[in-house]
């Protein structure tokens, strides 16, 4: 690849990250860079169509450069970006060490630790990644206690699994949907196998619920027995809609006193949006602020 060819990737490679907002932009020229010498180095060994593993081209790097952790860090966080989000490749062309480091199905620890790196790759929730590593422990466990250790895992096994937590675990519509999200990712995105048909997996039924509304005097009679902060906190998370997690990330900058306005970012789904500043706390929360 010549040097225009290359710059032309990067360029786009840079426009890409910035469009995606998948880093910092004050990262884009360094993740630009750490491409440009893998592109450089797998040009050298003729390896750039090959998805040349990642550890490889770092190696290099500490044998030839001595160069702190966060910056070896840093390179494998962009050329895995550049391979799987720009590029199109799979988890495992970019994360795998060599042929014979492939996980394999019996290596539950060395499956976890990958799938945990794809997760955090694909820049999910860390409550999301929990929930999926759970669930890939538990289908592991299920799979070994039928079977054993050694064999393989197929299609078959997470409709077994997932038949298993309908029938004999009972467990809710929810619940199940999230562990077959999770045995999905773990077989297309970690294995890369196919899971196949799973229309005749037996599926927890979803019953209808009614949602649960406080009325207004039930909510003025539960502010009366609070006091302090954790009433500010509940008159927040009521009057603005911010679920939990987004009050506890919530910083000075995210409260706009003149406009009324809090601005939430990275909620579900990672989307920032804006909600209402409740009138009825905007005094107590700026001196809450002011006092700490």
């Given at each position: 690849?010549?040097?225009?060819?290359?710059?032309?990737?990067?360029?786009?490679?840079?426009?890409?990250?910035?469009?995606?907002?998948l880093?910092?932009?004050?990262?884009?020229?360094?993740?630009?860079?750490w491409?440009?010498?893998?592109?450089?180095?797998c040009?050298?060994?003729?390896?750039?169509?090959?998805?040349?593993?990642?550890?490889?081209?770092v190696?290099?790097l500490?044998?030839?450069?001595?160069?702190?952790d966060?910056?070896?860090?840093q390179?494998k966080?962009?050329i895995?970006?550049?391979?799987?989000?720009f590029?199109?490749?799979?988890?495992?062309?970019?994360?795998?060490?060599?042929?014979?480091?492939?996980?394999?199905?019996?290596?539950?620890?060395r499956?976890?630790?990958?799938?945990?790196?794809?997760?955090?790759?694909?820049?999910?929730?860390?409550?999301?990644?929990?929930?999926?590593?759970?669930?890939?422990?538990?289908?592991?466990?299920?799979?070994?206690?039928?079977?054993?250790?050694?064999?393989?895992?197929?299609?078959?096994?997470?409709?077994?699994?997932?038949?298993?937590?309908?029938?004999?675990?009972?467990?809710?519509?929810?619940?199940?949907?999230?562990?077959?999200?999770?045995?999905?990712?773990?077989?297309?995105?970690?294995?890369?196998?196919?899971?196949?048909?799973?229309?005749?997996?037996?599926?927890?039924?979803?019953?209808?619920?009614?949602?649960?509304?406080?009325?207004?005097?039930?909510?003025k009679?539960?502010?009366?027995?609070?006091?302090g902060?954790?009433?500010?906190?509940?008159?927040?998370?009521?009057?603005?809609?911010?679920?939990?997690?987004?009050?506890?990330?919530?910083?000075?900058?995210?409260?706009?006193?003149?406009?009324?306005?809090?601005?939430?970012?990275?909620?579900?789904?990672?989307?920032?949006?804006?909600?209402?500043?409740?009138?009825?706390?905007?005094?107590?929360?700026?001196?809450?602020?002011?006092r700490?």
């Amino acid at each position: 690849m010549g040097f225009l060819a290359n710059s032309s990737i990067l360029s786009e490679f840079q426009g890409f990250l910035r469009s995606r907002k998948l880093v910092p932009e004050k990262n884009i020229p360094y993740f630009a860079c750490w491409v440009s010498k893998y592109i450089t180095y797998c040009n050298k060994t003729n390896q750039l169509d090959k998805s040349k593993p990642v550890h490889e081209f770092v190696d290099s790097l500490q044998k030839t450069h001595k160069i702190p952790d966060w910056q070896i860090h840093q390179a494998k966080q962009a050329i895995q970006v550049y391979l799987v989000n720009f590029k199109g490749k799979t988890i495992s062309d970019a994360l795998t060490l060599s042929d014979k480091d492939i996980p394999k199905l019996s290596d539950v620890s060395r499956i976890i630790e990958e799938m945990k790196r794809s997760i955090r790759l694909k820049h999910y929730s860390l409550s999301t990644e929990r929930n999926y590593l759970e669930w890939a422990k538990r289908f592991f466990g299920y799979v070994h206690e039928i079977r054993g250790a050694e064999t393989g895992f197929t299609a078959d096994d997470i409709k077994q699994f997932l038949s298993h937590l309908a029938i004999k675990r009972r467990v809710s519509a929810s619940t199940q949907n999230q562990a077959f999200n999770a045995l999905l990712f773990l077989f297309r995105d970690v294995l890369r196998q196919d899971v196949g048909n799973l229309g005749d997996t037996v599926r927890a039924k979803r019953g209808t619920r009614l949602p649960v509304v406080l009325s207004i005097d039930e909510v003025k009679a539960l502010f009366a027995n609070m006091s302090g902060t954790n009433l500010l906190i509940a008159q927040v998370l009521y009057g603005s809609g911010l679920r939990l997690m987004e009050l506890a990330r919530m910083r000075v900058k995210d409260v706009d006193f003149d406009m009324n306005v809090i601005t939430v970012r990275s909620g579900k789904g990672d989307k920032d949006r804006t909600t209402v500043l409740p009138e009825s706390v905007r005094g107590r929360l700026r001196n809450h602020l002011e006092r700490v």
